[in-house]
């Protein structure tokens, strides 16, 4: 059974850094490619960073690039979300995914976190 868990999330102002954690259970965490999504109030979930199993290659969305940073602990399952500079529409529930193939699209990741809530302040 393959269980995904977030954690770090919570309510900072503006300019303000968070660091999100993806615990993965399983043994085959370090063959996978992980993603990074979030879904604000009232909006469709949209793709945030990806990472391939090797961390040799990473993707992010344009409004998070050069302020977001996607790593990987593979000794540790891990994967993690460095968020700095963080605006008011960063505002969001985060989800960390697992997929074969790093991606883009949310309907290559197979198995999902429960989501951790990010909230900046104005």
Do not use: H
């Amino acid at each position: 059974q393959v269980q995904l868990v977030e954690s770090g999330g919570g309510l900072v102002q503006t300019g303000a850094s968070l660091r999100l954690s993806c615990a993965v259970s399983g043994r085959t965490f370090s063959i996978y490619a992980m993603g990074w999504f979030r879904q604000g109030p009232g909006k469709e979930r949209e793709f945030v960073a990806a990472i391939t199993w090797s961390g040799g290659t990473t993707y992010y969305a344009d409004s998070v690039k050069g302020r977001f940073t996607i790593s990987r602990d593979n000794a540790k399952d891990t994967v993690f979300l460095q968020m700095n500079s963080l605006k008011p529409e960063d505002t969001a529930v985060y989800y960390c995914a697992r997929s074969r193939g790093i991606s883009r699209s949310d309907y290559q990741y197979d198995y999902w976190g429960q989501g951790t809530q990010v909230t900046v302040s104005s």
